[in-house]
Nanobody, 120 residues
Framework: QVQLVESGGGLVQAGGSLTLSCAASGSIVSINAMGWFRQAPGKQREFVAGISSGGSTNYADSVKGRFTISRDNAKNTVYLQMNSLKPEDTAVYYC??????????????WGQGTQVTVSS
């Protein structure tokens, strides 16, 4: 089993920045990919960004150029730097980890979520 604990959410004004962190513990040797998803009220959970153990990254079109995912394998931690935040970025953000890659429908482990609220 792998446990994921997110931190760093909060309230920020539009145009501001936040950094989310997710620390993994447990059977971390089984983990290849880590990533971030989000779910706004009344909407389905959606992919935000993912990163492999080797550092390959992928982003949703809606966050490209504004968000940056990074990973510290020594600390078993993944980060999401969010810049130029918009009200539509408001959601609960979830950390995810998987032995292959992260996706909404096929991911082994999820964190409990952290709220990000962007005011206009």
């Amino acid at each position: 089993q792998v446990q994921l604990v997110e931190s760093g959410g909060g309230l920020v004004q539009a145009g501001g920045s936040l950094t989310l962190s997710c620390a993994a513990s447990g059977s971390i040797v089984s983990i290849n990919a880590m990533g971030w998803f989000r779910q706004a009220p009344g909407k389905q959970r959606e992919f935000v960004a993912g990163i492999s153990s080797g550092g390959s990254t992928n982003y949703a079109d809606s966050v490209k150029g504004r968000f940056t995912i990074s990973r510290d394998n020594a600390k078993n931690t993944v980060y999401l730097q969010m810049n130029s935040l918009k009200p539509e970025d408001t959601a609960v953000y979830y950390c995810a980890a998987d032995s292959i890659w992260v996706s909404v429908d096929n991911t082994d482990y999820w964190g409990q979520g952290t709220q990000v609220t962007v005011s206009s």
